[in-house]
């Protein structure tokens, strides 16, 4: 907050600021400068915790601007722009974006197996069931979230797809598709799994195994090669354990299988199975 406060104010700040880089929080500097604002305004990334107690049990009589009032968004994170709005610095040109530059927001690599999973997902999806969700989690296959593919309804943390998908259909919602990475489904995506078959919920869960930890870096991921037998052993129906190879050639053989597992009436599971061209190449050239 401090850093996108001061690339507003490049010659200085005009207001008196506080930078905390600390808690508890330094009571005396802030009543300082309690006492010289008629209000304060709290730039503060995440959770709103230090506004929170200035207007609550710090309980300072003047006015405290930031997420909770709307000021800044409740949601997303700071940057130097939405610091420009909050200060009223929203209209002058110099904080506008040049029409030059594009906007490029991170993509899937091209040839990545979760571009084909998301493409036959999301035509079978849109196309015939207008009602569905997709409840996803992180890795690069959150990048799905973006255009072209727009697929994603949900991403909160790791592990959340299945269980947000389990939740969802226990509420009524069909069909409730949960896509989640194979490294995150062995990280904390498996209890999430056990959850829905003791209860024999009605999801189905997408495992787009690209045979590594893509997002951090190209690690080994815990349990490549045993996907299936993972899922076989948590209690999902051999016969509803799918494996798809995401290539092209394959597409209607897995818009096929996507149906399938959807009109099931129970666990499904399945799995797109094609490494990561970067780690692949790294091998490669190893
Ligand atoms: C609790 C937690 N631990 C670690 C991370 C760091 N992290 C981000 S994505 C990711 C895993 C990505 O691997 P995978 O699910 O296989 O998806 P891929 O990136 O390979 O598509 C990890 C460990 C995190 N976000 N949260
Ligand atoms: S790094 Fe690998 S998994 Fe991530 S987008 Fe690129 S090809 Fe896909």
Redesign the pocket.
């Known amino acids: 907050g401090y850093n996108y406060l001061m690339e507003n104010y490049p010659e200085g700040c005009e207001y008196p600021v506080l930078k905390i880089g600390q808690y508890p929080l330094p009571k005396k500097q802030l009543n300082q400068l309690i006492e010289s604002c008629d209000e304060i305004l709290v730039l503060e990334d995440g959770q709103p915790f230090v506004e929170k107690q200035l207007k609550g049990y710090l309980g300072i009589g003047i006015k405290v601007k930031g997420r909770l009032d709307g000021t800044l968004s409740q949601d997303g994170e700071l940057n130097p722009d939405s610091v420009a709005r909050a200060v009223g610095k929203e209209n002058k040109s110099e904080f506008g974006i040049p029409l030059v530059v594009e906007m490029r927001p991170p993509a899937l690599c091209e040839g990545c197996g979760?571009r084909d999973m998301y493409t036959t997902l999301t035509e079978v999806l849109k196309e015939e069931y207008p009602s569905h969700k997709v409840f996803s989690?992180?890795?690069?296959?959150t990048l799905g979230a973006n255009a072209p593919f727009n697929a994603i309804n949900s991403c909160v943390?790791?592990g959340a797809s299945i269980t947000m998908a389990k939740g969802a259909a226990d509420g009524g919602l069909y069909p409730a598709v949960a896509v989640?990475?194979?490294?995150?489904?062995t990280?904390?995506g498996m209890t999430g799994l056990l959850d829905c078959v003791n209860e024999n919920a009605n999801v189905t869960v997408v495992i787009?195994d690209?045979e590594?930890?893509?997002?951090?870096g190209g690690q080994d991921?815990a349990g490549t090669g045993r996907i299936e037998a993972i899922c076989a052993g948590l209690g999902v129906e051999p016969s509803h354990i799918r494996v798809v190879v995401p290539l092209k050639k394959n597409y209607e053989e897995m818009k096929q299988i996507i149906r399938e597992e959807i009109e099931y009436c129970g666990v499904s599971v399945i799995i797109p199975r094609r490494e990561?061209i970067q780690t692949l190449a790294r091998k490669k050239k190893k």
Do not use: K, P
Not at 137 to 141: Q, V
């Open positions: 979760h989690d992180i890795g690069c296959y943390d790791m989640i990475g194979d490294s995150t489904f990280h904390s787009s690209n590594t930890t893509a997002m951090t991921s990561c």
